[in-house]
Each structure stands twice: as C-alpha cells, then as structure tokens.
C-alpha cells in the first residue's frame, strides 16, 4: 500500500522541474516517475496542479511550460523506445513545433553518436529526413 520509490525530496523534485538536477539525477527521477504515480502526482502537486490523478511526465513537463526533456528521453526517442504516447507527443511537439534549439541540438548530436547500427541509423536518417529535415526548412528558413 506504500509506494516504494519516494527517496526524492520535493526539492529535488523542484530542481528536476526547473532543470537544475544534473543528468544522471534527472534520468534516475525521470525513471522513478515513470514507475510511480505517487512521484508524479508530487511532481504535478508541486506545480500547482491538485489532480488525484496520475500525471505523466509528457503531462508535467507540458504543464510546466515548455521545458526540455533530457537527453535520455530523447534517445528514447529516437531509438522509438518512449512507450508513454503522451511523452512523445510532447516530445515531437516541443522539438518540431516549438522547435527548441538545444533539444534539436542534443537531438543532432545524439542521431550523429548513434552510428554503428547501419539499419538504425537509415531508420533515423529516414525519419529524420521526413519530419525534423523538413521543420527545420520552416524553422530556418
Ligand atoms: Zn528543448
């Protein structure tokens, strides 16, 4: 009836949210989150946001503004391995809408070290090449 995973403080909780938590410490809370909804509905709570309800993190973060997801989720990303659908919404929303620039940046960069899989990375650069490429003719044009 208790929830295992609550070793975060609100503090941390908060740093997380205003992405002061240093990467490893974002992806170990981001993980928490994932598997408890009492850490998410903290998380929410701390935002002003008194729903009962569980909150994903896509939902938090979405909430919150348009704060970046880390490195991490956005090797998920890529790698089609995000399995919270409300996440990669926000996550093609923040990068090919709101077209953040040090998402796309972390993005490049991450797509560019995921060399080594030949298939994977066709995959990637076709997906790319569908959806980002083209944004980002939009965005810099
Ligand atoms: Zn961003």
């Known amino acids: 009836m208790t929830t295992p995973v609550s070793d975060f403080s609100d503090e941390e909780l908060?740093?997380?949210?205003?992405e002061r938590l240093c990467e490893t410490e974002s992806a170990r809370l981001e993980k928490a989150?994932?598997?408890?909804?009492?850490?998410?509905?903290r998380a929410s709570q701390l935002l002003g946001n008194q729903s009962e309800e569980g909150v994903s993190p896509g939902a938090v973060w979405a909430r919150h503004g348009l704060s970046c997801p880390d490195r991490t989720t956005w090797s998920s990303y890529l790698l089609g391995l995000l399995d919270d659908p409300e996440l990669v919404r926000y996550?093609?929303?923040?990068?090919?809408?709101?077209?953040?620039?040090?998402?796309?940046?972390?993005?490049?960069?991450?797509?560019?070290?995921m060399t080594g899989d030949p298939q994977r990375e066709?995959?990637?650069?076709?997906?790319?090449?569908?959806?980002?490429?083209?944004?980002r003719q939009i965005i810099d044009r």
């Open 122 to 135: 066709e995959r990637q650069r076709r997906h790319f090449e569908s959806s980002i490429g083209r944004l």
């Open 91 to 113: 996550a093609q929303f923040h990068l090919e809408t709101v077209g953040c620039r040090r998402c796309r940046a972390n993005v490049e960069e991450l797509q560019t070290a």
């Open 33 to 41: 989150m994932r598997d408890s909804a009492d850490l998410r509905v």
């Open 14 to 18: 908060v740093a997380y949210l205003e």
